[in-house]
């Protein structure tokens, strides 16, 4: 290719070229042969004690570091962050073990290392990979910075029970969403190369159907059919696997009887067998040691015996692979088996480019972490991940020149609940709270911010202070323009600021430590006293806007009948206040989609859009499938969310009304901006197979795109397909592609949308 430029461009130009070079020097990964040959060599010299140390990986806080890493009796290490910490467990590695094998740190880089993103859940209703890609980027930059190679992210568990409070750390509830937001996460992480000094290696979990606990309860059984596994629960898995991802961790939970960290259907059938996985895989956190608690292993050796043999690799902290040399040495468990597990941790290791470079660059550490770019990348992330539910009489967007506001609620000003849960290194003074977000952007407009109820009254728990313990924002304390309401706060103190007001934002939900991990809830009501607050605004009669910041749907049926704008916000991140700004005062218009559907109420759960027809779908008449007072629909369907302007969807084209199985679906639809707004729409492809061995779902999503249209702006969306993509597995469990009509639909969210049908030919 010949570049043509001329003058003081040109010196501009050569000048970006040398400074673009690093980048297209990417370190390489070393061809397969020339690894294994330096895996064969490495295995030929090791002991069995230091095969076994490979596969254990310990503790930051485990006080033997030293000396278990010194003897090779350690291959990685979790949550021992930080560049200087990093390099100096590494030196005792490199310098003084036998082998100087390097070790790998690890670290739980949930949404962001130091600048925090919206929870995954929350991002992944951006519906926009490329910006989810962007994001882990950053949060790879800053944890390679931090000495930290390998992030036990993400969490692809495909969950329709928002009771589990897991549900806030994956993409929601459906397949396909989570198939391309896990690809999109993978890349982010690791880049074009593992091997680069800004890439870390992915690690996807909880391999397999964590998500299905019965009742939502944490670390529950999971009993499910072999399709239902396969159709849904490992999509995002093969996904990932096949976009290259590095590693994997089992679950939990035990999968049709067996525990997954000693289920060899799962670890070495499918996964390595089926799918080819050639990485590591690592145990959860004590889960090997937990098979006794499971009843599958009667002690540690057999506990160590069934895990390896199964297929994981590496035991997370509780020491249960300290008894491999013996199982090896009383013939239990066959070398061949412990040398194929340590191949894959070397394996990984050279792949991560370790042996050359197992440091990591402490000056990276000052000037690459919370950059003004990154907050910048946090906030886009966040304007994108903001649903809005309601917007009755155009509401929303606020004036920004509006006379007085009341800003309301326990979360209203509270850094910590806005990076929410398992926030890594985040920091709860670098949050911009709503109350923050919304001053920024008023100027001088009076504000008159009351807690309501105080955070503390949320969380019955006793811990709930020393959790939620956040100091008070000294920037909004005696803001100008700003009256605080600090120390006791009451509902009486929040309705006057409310009648002072022109417009009142009330900001509830749950604190971040109700959701997460072992944060199940049976109820989805606003915690403590929070609905008699919200009432009490309502019925001052000023508008009211409710942001909802929450790990999962909560119960708005009040809400909804009551309140004229709703905004899901989850928990948004380090820039959560801005982003909720932007949004609120229509900078940016909302273009989030729920990745999940909304229940009415708990007692319908789970409720998921691809549900199956039955023999009695549902109607109006009793004797079908439903409840008998009560809908069975959720209150929001899965894909849908509002924007400041409306979209006409027209003119549906299927380019190709038969198919071949081994061909694409080709379909087209226009959809015009009708308002006066410019906005993103999300445009998402429903497919239906009416007639299939086996019954499928009554839609299922299986593309989706976003499109920004200026004001009466109007585009043709094309959807391209594979016929492969739409097959189901038979009962046997072959993958087919059933003949025949399906629907398809070109549609704003799960139940609406433009209906056509096409037909699948033979084979
Ligand atoms: C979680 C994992 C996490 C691990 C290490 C476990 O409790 O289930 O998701 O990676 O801890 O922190």
Redesign the pocket.
Request: aromatic share 8%; charged share 20%; net charge negative.
């Given at each position: 290719m010949v570049y043509r430029v001329s003058g003081a461009r040109s010196v501009f130009l050569s000048l970006l070229f040398v400074l673009y070079i690093p980048s297209f020097a990417m370190p390489q990964e070393p061809s397969n042969d020339a690894i294994e040959r330096r895996i064969d060599a490495l295995l030929g010299q090791m002991t069995v004690e230091e095969k076994a140390g490979q596969l254990t990986l310990l503790d930051g806080i485990n006080p033997r570091i030293p000396d278990l890493v010194k003897q090779g009796l350690a291959g990685s290490i979790?949550n021992a962050y930080g560049a200087e910490r990093a390099n100096s467990i590494q030196r005792i590695a490199m310098e003084q073990s036998r082998l100087k094998i390097p070790l790998i740190f690890g670290y739980?880089v949930i949404h962001g290392y130091r600048t925090i993103f919206p929870l995954p859940l929350a991002s992944a209703g951006s519906f926009d990979p490329e910006m989810i890609e962007r994001s882990e980027r950053v949060a790879a930059k800053e944890s390679t910075a931090a000495g930290v190679k390998w992030v036990?992210a993400p969490?692809v568990d495909i969950a329709r029970d928002p009771r589990w409070g897991r549900i806030v750390e994956g993409a929601g509830e459906d397949p396909y969403l989570g198939s391309v937001v896990a690809v999109a996460r993978v890349r982010g992480f690791q880049g074009d190369s593992m091997a680069d000094p800004q890439s870390v290696v992915a690690c996807v979990?909880?391999f397999a159907a964590y998500g299905a606990a019965e009742g939502g309860r944490d670390y529950n059984t999971v009993d499910i059919s072999e399709q239902l596994l396969r159709e849904v629960y490992l999509s995002p898995f093969h996904a990932a696997v096949s976009a290259g991802v590095g590693t994997l961790?089992s679950a939990?939970n035990d999968l049709n009887g067996v525990p997954a960290t000693a289920n060899r259907h799962l670890l070495t059938g499918i996964l390595r067998d089926e799918w080819k996985f050639d990485g590591l895989v690592v145990s959860?956190?004590d889960a090997v040691r937990e098979l006794i608690d499971h009843g599958v292993a009667g002690d540690r050796p057999e506990a160590a015996l069934k895990a390896i043999t199964a297929g994981t690799d590496v035991d997370?902290v509780d020491g249960v692979y300290a008894s491999l040399p013996q199982l090896v040495q009383s013939g239990k468990l066959p070398m061949s088996v412990l040398d194929e597990a340590v191949r894959r941790v070397l394996r990984v290791k050279i792949r991560a480019g370790l042996f050359e470079h197992p440091y990591a660059d402490p000056s990276r550490e000052k000037t690459d972490l919370l950059t003004a770019e990154n907050r910048q990348v946090s906030r886009q992330m966040a304007q994108e991940s903001i649903v809005l539910l309601k917007n009755e009489g155009n509401l929303l967007p606020l004036d920004r020149h509006v006379k007085s506001l009341a800003v309301i609620g326990p979360l209203a000003d509270d850094k910590a609940t806005q990076l929410g849960s398992w926030a890594a290194q985040g920091q709860a003074k670098d949050a911009i709270t709503p109350l923050e977000g919304i001053r920024s952007k008023t100027g001088n407009t009076p504000i008159f911010f009351a807690e309501g109820v105080t955070l503390d009254s949320l969380v019955p728990r006793k811990e709930a202070t020393t959790i939620l313990a956040a100091p008070a924002p000294s920037t909004a304390v005696g803001a100008p323009g700003i009256s605080v309401n600090r120390g006791p706060t009451s509902i009486r103190d929040a309705v006057n600021a409310a009648k002072k007001a022109d417009v009142a934002v009330l900001v509830l939900g749950e604190p971040a430590n109700m959701t997460g991990?072992a944060s199940s809830r049976a109820t989805f009501d606003f915690p403590g006293e929070q609905q008699e607050l919200l009432q009490a605004i309502v019925a001052v009669g000023k508008p009211v806007v409710l942001v909802l910041e929450s790990g999962r749907p909560l119960d708005i049926r009040w809400a909804n009948d009551h309140v004229p704008a709703i905004i899901q916000a989850w928990y948004l991140g380090t820039e959560a206040g801005n982003a909720l700004a932007d949004v609120l005062f229509g900078e940016v218009s909302p273009s989030a989609r729920l990745p999940l559907s909304w229940p009415r109420f708990v007692g319908q759960v789970p409720v998921y859009y691809n549900h199956k027809s039955t023999g009695r779908p549902t109607s109006a008449d009793r004797w079908h499938t439903g409840y008998q007072y009560e809908s069975m629909e959720p209150l929001f369907p899965f894909g849908y969310g509002l924007t400041y302007t409306t979209f006409k969807y027209s003119n549906l084209k299927i380019l190709t009304p038969t198919v071949s199985p081994t061909g694409r679906l080709r379909v087209t639809a226009d959809i015009q901006n009708a308002g006066e707004r410019p906005a993103v729409e999300v445009v998402q492809l429903y497919v239906h197979d009416r007639v299939a061995p086996t019954s499928r779902p009554v839609r299922e999503l299986k593309g989706f795109t976003r499109v920004a249209l200026a004001p009466g702006e109007s585009k043709t969306v094309e959807f391209s397909v594979r016929a492969n993509d739409l097959g189901s597995y038979d009962p046997d469990m072959h993958w087919i592609v059933p003949s025949g009509t399906y629907d398809v639909w070109v549609a704003p969210n799960a139940i609406t949308g433009i209906p056509g049908t096409f037909q699948m030919l033979g084979h």
């Amino acid at each position: 290719m010949v570049y043509r430029v001329s003058g003081a461009r040109s010196v501009f130009l050569s000048l970006l070229f040398v400074l673009y070079i690093p980048s297209f020097a990417m370190p390489q990964e070393p061809s397969n042969d020339a690894i294994e040959r330096r895996i064969d060599a490495l295995l030929g010299q090791m002991t069995v004690e230091e095969k076994a140390g490979q596969l254990t990986l310990l503790d930051g806080i485990n006080p033997r570091i030293p000396d278990l890493v010194k003897q090779g009796l350690a291959g990685s290490i979790i949550n021992a962050y930080g560049a200087e910490r990093a390099n100096s467990i590494q030196r005792i590695a490199m310098e003084q073990s036998r082998l100087k094998i390097p070790l790998i740190f690890g670290y739980d880089v949930i949404h962001g290392y130091r600048t925090i993103f919206p929870l995954p859940l929350a991002s992944a209703g951006s519906f926009d990979p490329e910006m989810i890609e962007r994001s882990e980027r950053v949060a790879a930059k800053e944890s390679t910075a931090a000495g930290v190679k390998w992030v036990f992210a993400p969490m692809v568990d495909i969950a329709r029970d928002p009771r589990w409070g897991r549900i806030v750390e994956g993409a929601g509830e459906d397949p396909y969403l989570g198939s391309v937001v896990a690809v999109a996460r993978v890349r982010g992480f690791q880049g074009d190369s593992m091997a680069d000094p800004q890439s870390v290696v992915a690690c996807v979990k909880h391999f397999a159907a964590y998500g299905a606990a019965e009742g939502g309860r944490d670390y529950n059984t999971v009993d499910i059919s072999e399709q239902l596994l396969r159709e849904v629960y490992l999509s995002p898995f093969h996904a990932a696997v096949s976009a290259g991802v590095g590693t994997l961790m089992s679950a939990f939970n035990d999968l049709n009887g067996v525990p997954a960290t000693a289920n060899r259907h799962l670890l070495t059938g499918i996964l390595r067998d089926e799918w080819k996985f050639d990485g590591l895989v690592v145990s959860d956190y004590d889960a090997v040691r937990e098979l006794i608690d499971h009843g599958v292993a009667g002690d540690r050796p057999e506990a160590a015996l069934k895990a390896i043999t199964a297929g994981t690799d590496v035991d997370m902290v509780d020491g249960v692979y300290a008894s491999l040399p013996q199982l090896v040495q009383s013939g239990k468990l066959p070398m061949s088996v412990l040398d194929e597990a340590v191949r894959r941790v070397l394996r990984v290791k050279i792949r991560a480019g370790l042996f050359e470079h197992p440091y990591a660059d402490p000056s990276r550490e000052k000037t690459d972490l919370l950059t003004a770019e990154n907050r910048q990348v946090s906030r886009q992330m966040a304007q994108e991940s903001i649903v809005l539910l309601k917007n009755e009489g155009n509401l929303l967007p606020l004036d920004r020149h509006v006379k007085s506001l009341a800003v309301i609620g326990p979360l209203a000003d509270d850094k910590a609940t806005q990076l929410g849960s398992w926030a890594a290194q985040g920091q709860a003074k670098d949050a911009i709270t709503p109350l923050e977000g919304i001053r920024s952007k008023t100027g001088n407009t009076p504000i008159f911010f009351a807690e309501g109820v105080t955070l503390d009254s949320l969380v019955p728990r006793k811990e709930a202070t020393t959790i939620l313990a956040a100091p008070a924002p000294s920037t909004a304390v005696g803001a100008p323009g700003i009256s605080v309401n600090r120390g006791p706060t009451s509902i009486r103190d929040a309705v006057n600021a409310a009648k002072k007001a022109d417009v009142a934002v009330l900001v509830l939900g749950e604190p971040a430590n109700m959701t997460g991990e072992a944060s199940s809830r049976a109820t989805f009501d606003f915690p403590g006293e929070q609905q008699e607050l919200l009432q009490a605004i309502v019925a001052v009669g000023k508008p009211v806007v409710l942001v909802l910041e929450s790990g999962r749907p909560l119960d708005i049926r009040w809400a909804n009948d009551h309140v004229p704008a709703i905004i899901q916000a989850w928990y948004l991140g380090t820039e959560a206040g801005n982003a909720l700004a932007d949004v609120l005062f229509g900078e940016v218009s909302p273009s989030a989609r729920l990745p999940l559907s909304w229940p009415r109420f708990v007692g319908q759960v789970p409720v998921y859009y691809n549900h199956k027809s039955t023999g009695r779908p549902t109607s109006a008449d009793r004797w079908h499938t439903g409840y008998q007072y009560e809908s069975m629909e959720p209150l929001f369907p899965f894909g849908y969310g509002l924007t400041y302007t409306t979209f006409k969807y027209s003119n549906l084209k299927i380019l190709t009304p038969t198919v071949s199985p081994t061909g694409r679906l080709r379909v087209t639809a226009d959809i015009q901006n009708a308002g006066e707004r410019p906005a993103v729409e999300v445009v998402q492809l429903y497919v239906h197979d009416r007639v299939a061995p086996t019954s499928r779902p009554v839609r299922e999503l299986k593309g989706f795109t976003r499109v920004a249209l200026a004001p009466g702006e109007s585009k043709t969306v094309e959807f391209s397909v594979r016929a492969n993509d739409l097959g189901s597995y038979d009962p046997d469990m072959h993958w087919i592609v059933p003949s025949g009509t399906y629907d398809v639909w070109v549609a704003p969210n799960a139940i609406t949308g433009i209906p056509g049908t096409f037909q699948m030919l033979g084979h």
